[in-house]
């Protein structure tokens, strides 16, 4: 098993460019999540979804989207990339909705230039 | 609003015990979790509490107070490899995770 895998692994951005973070897992897990994660700070979530086809607000959404068309995947989306979202990106998934723990991916490091 | 407080930093000699403690205030309370983050990586589980009292887990224990709102975990035995950032994460009643800021522990010889 892969577990949870992010691509790509880095990326640079010009403002105002757009761009989509993958997310996958293969551990058949109901609940997904996409956090942000900067210095001094826990991590923030933006965008969840509890099963395939729904999505939720977070925290932190405003200037991010996501869909989760297929159970094993969740995409974040940035339309029109601010200096702001420099981050790094965590995306994250779990099995059901109370003590389980979250799996992790590797994260995506973005720098928005 | 919601809270979660833990120190910043931590420092400890190799072979000791170190606790690093955590007090939160949040909407609810569906358990507390421990997470270690190893620099420039992904957090990974260590442990997860709801009801009070202490659970151990080898070198690692968790402690948790609900009445207080307050949590330890505690780290036996410290090895190098143990130098990390621990995050303390509570699930409010939404079952969402709210994450403190992380303690960061560094391990001297």
């Known amino acids: 098993n892969a577990g949870v895998t992010q691509t790509p692994k880095f990326r640079v951005l010009k403002t105002g460019q757009s761009m989509t973070l993958l997310c996958a897992q293969d551990?058949?897990?109901?609940?997904m999540y996409w956090y942000r994660q900067d210095p001094g700070m826990g991590l923030r979530l933006i965008h969840y979804s509890v099963g395939e086809g729904t999505t939720a607000k977070g925290e932190v959404p405003d200037g991010y989207n996501v869909s989760r068309l297929k159970k094993q995947n969740f995409l974040l989306g940035l339309e029109s990339a601010a200096p702001s979202q420099t981050s790094v990106y965590f995306c994250?998934?779990?099995?059901?909705?109370?003590?389980?723990?979250?799996?992790f991916g590797p994260g995506t490091r973005l720098t928005v230039l | 609003g919601q809270n979660i407080d833990q120190p910043t930093e931590m420092t400890a000699t190799e072979g000791a015990i170190v606790q690093i403690n955590c007090t939160y205030q949040?909407?609810?309370?569906?358990?507390l979790f421990w997470y270690q983050q190893h620099a420039g990586e992904a957090p990974t589980f260590l442990s997860y509490?709801?009801l009070d009292g202490l659970e151990e887990k080898g070198r690692f224990s968790s402690f948790l107070s609900r009445s207080k709102g307050y949590s330890y975990l505690l780290l036996k035995e410290l090895q190098m490899k143990d130098s990390a950032s621990y995050l303390c994460?509570?699930?409010?009643?939404?079952?969402?995770?709210?994450w403190g800021a992380g303690t960061k522990l560094i391990i001297k010889p």
């Open positions: 994460a509570v699930m409010d009643s939404n079952y969402q995770l709210i």
């Open positions: 949040t909407s609810g309370f569906n358990g």
């Open positions: 509490n709801v």
């Open positions: 551990m058949n897990h109901e609940y």
């Open positions: 994250a998934s779990k099995l059901g909705r109370e003590g389980d723990e979250q799996f």
